[in-house]
């Protein structure tokens, strides 16, 4: 290796620990940067070899083997899918530590919430342009205004389908709380292209709501448009053209009266 290579990968490589240095605390959220993967690991293996590089002048103190390993983990981390599809974490980031939180606010300030909404962020990063992402997720993203700019990124890619779940879409668990949305997105900016919407709420089952689903009953469909000209961009797929017009041309009621 040339000087300006080993130059280049020691400051690639200490960058690289750097960012790594609360993996463990960030998990598959954490973003890692697009470095020279294959001189970086020409760079570690040259030190291996005792050739031109010592680890300890360079301050790296941690071992060659070890080295590789984080940097095959880097590079899948840093990595684009064609298909991204994953059940994520429900919390509340302010329920996590101190660095967690301090590190979704910095990386995440349109999802912070909650980590499942992060996770819809960080997903939409690991998928190529025209790529898939599917999920499964709490459904208050679709609504609350602390979603709202969320909802704004979202409107740049395509929503293919979504299975809007609601409550007791799962026998093992019981309660009103973990109230559920399923969904495709595709990297692809298309605002007139027209999703399918299948609502099943109001079965209290789930079976009742396979069968639904399967009957082909309460199918809704809906462009990213159409959802963009209510004020606060609600996912209200099911709005009917007239409740969208309404917005369109009205005056807010508050302009007659607080």
Same mark, same amino acid.
């Given at each position: +290796? !040339?000087?300006?290579?080993?130059?280049?990968?020691?400051? &690639? *490589?200490?960058? @690289?620990? %750097?960012?790594?240095?609360?993996?463990?605390?960030?998990?598959?959220?954490?973003?890692?940067?697009?470095?020279?993967?294959?001189?970086?690991?020409?760079?570690?293996?040259?030190?291996?070899?005792?050739?031109?590089?010592? +680890? !300890?002048?360079?301050?790296?103190?941690?071992?060659?083997? &070890? *080295?590789?390993? @984080?940097? %095959?983990?880097?590079?899948?981390?840093?990595?684009?899918?064609?298909?991204?599809?994953?059940?994520?974490?429900?919390?509340?980031?302010?329920?996590?530590?101190?660095?967690?939180?301090?590190?979704?606010?910095?990386?995440?300030? !349109?999802?912070?919430?909650?980590?499942?909404?992060?996770?819809?962020?960080?997903?939409?990063?690991?998928?190529?342009?025209?790529?898939?992402?599917?999920?499964?997720?709490?459904?208050?993203?679709?609504?609350?205004?602390?979603?709202?700019?969320?909802?704004?990124?979202?409107?740049?890619?395509?929503?293919?389908?979504?299975?809007?779940?609601?409550?007791?879409?799962?026998?093992?668990?019981?309660?009103?709380?973990?109230?559920?949305?399923?969904?495709?997105?595709?990297?692809?900016?298309?605002?007139?292209?027209?999703?399918?919407?299948?609502?099943?709420?109001?079965?209290?089952?789930?079976?009742?709501?396979?069968?639904?689903?399967?009957?082909?009953?309460?199918?809704?469909?809906?462009?990213?448009?159409?959802?963009?000209?209510?004020?606060?961009?609600?996912?209200?797929?099911?709005?009917?053209?007239?409740?969208?017009?309404?917005?369109?041309?009205?005056?807010?009621?508050?302009?007659?009266?607080?």
């Amino acid at each position: +290796m !040339d000087d300006l290579e080993v130059n280049t990968a020691r400051v &690639q *490589l200490e960058g @690289l620990l %750097d960012t790594l240095r609360d993996a463990k605390e960030y998990g598959s959220i954490l973003k890692v940067e697009n470095y020279n993967w294959e001189l970086l690991r020409r760079f570690v293996s040259a030190a291996d070899a005792g050739t031109q590089i010592s +680890m !300890d002048s360079n301050g790296l103190e941690v071992t060659v083997e &070890q *080295l590789l390993s @984080l940097i %095959d983990i880097a590079e899948t981390m840093e990595r684009k899918y064609d298909v991204v599809v994953t059940n994520p974490p429900y919390m509340a980031v302010s329920n996590g530590g101190a660095r967690l939180n301090d590190y979704v606010k910095k990386n995440y300030p !349109d999802s912070k919430a909650d980590l499942f909404a992060v996770f819809i962020e960080r997903c939409r990063q690991m998928t190529v342009n025209n790529g898939f992402q599917a999920m499964i997720t709490q459904h208050s993203w679709m609504f609350l205004s602390v979603f709202e700019n969320l909802r704004r990124k979202l409107l740049s890619v395509s929503t293919v389908n979504m299975v809007h779940l609601g409550a007791h879409a799962f026998e093992e668990i019981g309660g009103e709380v973990v109230q559920t949305t399923s969904f495709i997105l595709r990297g692809y900016k298309n605002f007139d292209y027209v999703g399918v919407y299948c609502r099943l709420v109001e079965p209290v089952s789930q079976y009742a709501k396979e069968e639904m689903f399967q009957s082909g009953e309460n199918r809704f469909f809906s462009s990213n448009k159409k959802m963009s000209d209510i004020p606060g961009i609600p996912f209200a797929y099911w709005a009917s053209p007239n409740t969208i017009s309404a917005y369109k041309i009205g005056q807010p009621m508050a302009k007659y009266a607080p």
